[in-house]
């Protein structure tokens, strides 16, 4: 039974509950895996694949997410490795981008690019087979945890920046980690002769 570490950078949860379903759903496929937060600077030997995301925050990912595949670049390019950003909120006036993808992380070019290049090369550097944006949540009663996010939940344009909700979309998530399942369980036929 193949083995997966999943590991997550979350600040309020929403990202952390993402990485829990994979894990299910990894597990009902009969894929073997292990959620770990990656500010516990989980060791990755020992797994045959590996599932990363972190939540977005002004267009990057957390410090722990970035720092884990950084640490882990060799290990995690020599296997099976998917990563996923959680981020948009549905309805978000900063959400206008057209794609996900730009509505998390910015443009692929230009001012506001720095987070998507970042993410982007991290992507390259581990060899990922995937990076899925997922749509994330917003609680406005969980207390800001970073000064940067408590300056950006008192502007004026905040209500509109930061709906309130939980957008995470289950389905797609699931249907997402079954994908990975497949890939993982599927034998691929060995040419005789
Ligand atoms: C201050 C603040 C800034 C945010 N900036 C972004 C952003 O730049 N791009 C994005 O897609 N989502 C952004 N979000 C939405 C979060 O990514 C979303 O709430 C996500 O689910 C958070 O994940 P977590 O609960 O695992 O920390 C922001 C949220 C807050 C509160």
């Known amino acids: 039974m193949p083995r997966v570490q999943v590991v997550h950078a979350s600040r309020h949860g929403g990202t952390a509950g993402i990485a829990e379903r994979i894990g299910e759903v990894l597990r ?12 516990d600077r989980p ?6 694949a590996y599932v990363v995301g972190s939540g977005v925050y002004m267009g990057n990912w957390l410090k722990e997410g970035v720092e884990f595949l950084e640490r882990n670049q060799g290990t995690l390019a020599s296997r099976p490795t998917w990563i996923f950003s959680s981020g948009p909120l549905r ?3 900063a959400g206008t981008k057209g794609s996900p993808l730009e509505d998390a992380l910015g443009p692929e070019e230009g001012p506001g690019s720095g987070g998507r290049k970042k993410v982007a090369a991290l992507v390259t550097a581990v060899r990922a087979r995937d990076h899925h944006v997922f749509y994330g949540a917003f609680d406005p009663n969980d207390p800001p945890k970073a000064m940067a ?3 950006v939940r008192l502007l004026p344009a905040a209500k509109g920046v930061l709906p309130a909700g939980d957008f995470r979309e289950w389905e797609v998530i699931e249907a ?16 005789v002769g």
């Open 28 to 39: 009902a496929e009969g894929v073997e895996a292990v959620v770990a937060r990656a500010g």
């Open 43 to 48: 060791d990755p030997s020992g797994f045959d």
């Open 91 to 93: 309805g978000s006036t």
């Open 149 to 151: 996010e408590r300056f």
């Open 176 to 191: 997402w980690a079954r994908t990975i399942a497949r890939e993982l369980t599927t034998k691929v036929p060995v040419a």
